[in-house]
């Protein structure tokens, strides 16, 4: 037999219990267990130390039952297998959506949906509510999949401004076009007149602004010869845009790339071409990734704070669930010209 008031230790550890060895209340309790932010530190710290000292083990399936929450959310990326793993932009953000919900009791599922079956099977996983919201990343185009998400009264957070105004989504991105005009400016200012610009693609809103910027930047100026070449951000396309413009211009003096990874294909193609980096031709890049920090030489690269983008976008996803019907604004980023050696 306990005594009163005497916590009973035998078995499973209860909710109970680890209010009472914590000093809180039940509802405290079960607000820490359910990830909660209304939580003070000094609260949070005894009852992760009651649940440490007690073994206690939420029971995550009743829980459900009664939140009408999995603790579940999916990260969508509309893109293939191999251009994720192999581009550093998206461990980046996953990095930074990680460490925040880390915060938190959510967890974080990887689905890829660059066709029409996937994209289906993301509207049905979050329809049926087996899943609490979804990040969207890498958009082409107008995707009705935010919309249909939407509608369904999920939580979604966008990486980068949706190609249509039509659903208002939150959505984290950086100032792409601020920084693509930073970069070009930068070459026009080191003397450079031939400036060819490998842009992105141009269903996405990342391409079409950083070729804005470009073009932005160039707007004014006479006696500067422009060429545009596309490509999908991908190094093999950053080869072949290149190619492109020595064809259309093999007195180019500048290079202004959507990613860092186009632009390691442009000094690759302008190095078999003799073109010394950046005496004969000055290039940047976009994403100040490690690939800018391993060319040689090092490359001049627009910097996006990529893993601030995962934190940003997991603290719009997260208030949406502890508070429904919030209006969210936009979160853009800046961005910064990082000099090195090929420009």
Request: zero cysteines; glycine letters at 10%.
């Given at each position: 037999?306990?005594?009163?008031?005497?916590?009973?230790?035998?078995?499973?550890?209860?909710?109970?219990?680890?209010?009472?060895?914590?000093?809180?209340?039940?509802?405290?309790?079960?607000?820490?267990?359910?990830?909660?932010?209304?939580?003070?530190?000094?609260?949070?710290?005894?009852?992760?130390?009651?649940?440490?000292?007690?073994?206690?083990?939420?029971?995550?399936?009743?829980?459900?039952?009664?939140?009408?929450?999995?603790?579940?959310?999916?990260?969508?990326?509309?893109?293939?297998?191999?251009?994720?793993?192999?581009?550093?932009?998206?461990?980046?953000?996953?990095?930074?959506?990680?460490?925040?919900?880390a915060k938190t009791?959510?967890?974080?599922?990887?689905?890829?949906?660059?066709?029409?079956?996937?994209?289906?099977?993301?509207?049905?996983?979050?329809?049926?509510?087996?899943?609490?919201?979804?990040?969207?990343?890498?958009?082409?185009?107008?995707?009705?999949?935010?919309?249909?998400?939407?509608?369904?009264?999920?939580?979604?957070?966008?990486?980068?401004?949706?190609?249509?105004?039509?659903?208002?989504?939150?959505?984290?991105?950086?100032?792409?076009?601020?920084?693509?005009?930073?970069?070009?400016?930068?070459?026009?200012?080191?003397?450079?007149?031939?400036?060819?610009?490998?842009?992105?693609?141009?269903?996405?809103?990342?391409?079409?602004?950083?070729l804005a910027g470009?073009?932005?930047?160039?707007?004014?100026?006479?006696?500067?010869?422009?060429?545009?070449?596309?490509?999908?951000?991908?190094?093999?396309?950053?080869?072949?845009?290149?190619?492109?413009?020595?064809?259309?211009?093999?007195?180019?003096?500048?290079?202004?790339?959507?990613?860092?990874?186009?632009?390691?294909?442009?000094?690759?193609?302008?190095?078999?071409?003799?073109?010394?980096?950046?005496?004969?031709?000055?290039?940047?890049?976009?994403?100040?990734?490690?690939?800018?920090?391993?060319?040689?030489?090092?490359?001049?690269?627009?910097?996006?704070?990529?893993?601030?983008?995962?934190?940003?976008?997991?603290?719009?996803?997260?208030?949406?669930?502890?508070?429904?019907?919030?209006?969210?604004?936009?979160?853009?980023?800046?961005?910064?010209?990082?000099?090195?050696?090929?420009?």
């Amino acid at each position: 037999m306990t005594s009163l008031g005497r916590v009973r230790t035998t078995g499973r550890p209860t909710l109970e219990q680890v209010a009472a060895e914590a000093g809180v209340s039940r509802g405290t309790v079960s607000r820490v267990v359910n990830g909660s932010l209304e939580v003070s530190t000094t609260t949070l710290r005894a009852v992760q130390d009651a649940i440490d000292k007690l073994g206690y083990v939420p029971n995550h399936a009743a829980r459900s039952l009664v939140t009408r929450r999995t603790d579940t959310v999916l990260l969508v990326v509309s893109e293939s297998e191999a251009r994720v793993f192999d581009e550093p932009f998206f461990a980046g953000v996953v990095r930074g959506l990680g460490q925040e919900l880390a915060k938190t009791n959510l967890q974080l599922n990887l689905m890829m949906a660059s066709g029409a079956r996937q994209r289906d099977r993301v509207e049905q996983l979050v329809g049926n509510g087996h899943v609490d919201g979804a990040v969207l990343i890498s958009l082409h185009g107008d995707d009705p999949l935010p919309r249909k998400l939407v509608e369904v009264g999920a939580p979604v957070a966008l990486n980068g401004r949706p190609f249509s105004s039509e659903v208002a989504v939150p959505f984290v991105d950086a100032d792409n076009l601020a920084g693509a005009k930073s970069a070009t400016e930068y070459l026009y200012q080191s003397g450079r007149r031939r400036i060819a610009a490998l842009a992105g693609p141009q269903d996405m809103a990342a391409g079409i602004d950083r070729l804005a910027g470009y073009r932005s930047a160039l707007k004014s100026r006479r006696g500067v010869t422009r060429v545009v070449a596309q490509g999908d951000f991908g190094q093999v396309s950053g080869e072949q845009a290149m190619r492109d413009v020595l064809e259309r211009d093999s007195e180019v003096d500048a290079v202004f790339a959507a990613s860092d990874l186009m632009a390691a294909g442009a000094m690759r193609v302008l190095r078999e071409a003799g073109k010394r980096v950046p005496e004969d031709v000055a290039v940047i890049g976009f994403d100040d990734s490690d690939v800018a920090r391993n060319t040689e030489p090092a490359m001049t690269s627009v910097a996006q704070p990529v893993q601030r983008m995962g934190t940003e976008l997991a603290k719009l996803l997260i208030t949406q669930l502890e508070e429904p019907g919030r209006s969210l604004d936009p979160v853009i980023l800046p961005t910064e010209l990082v000099r090195r050696g090929s420009a």
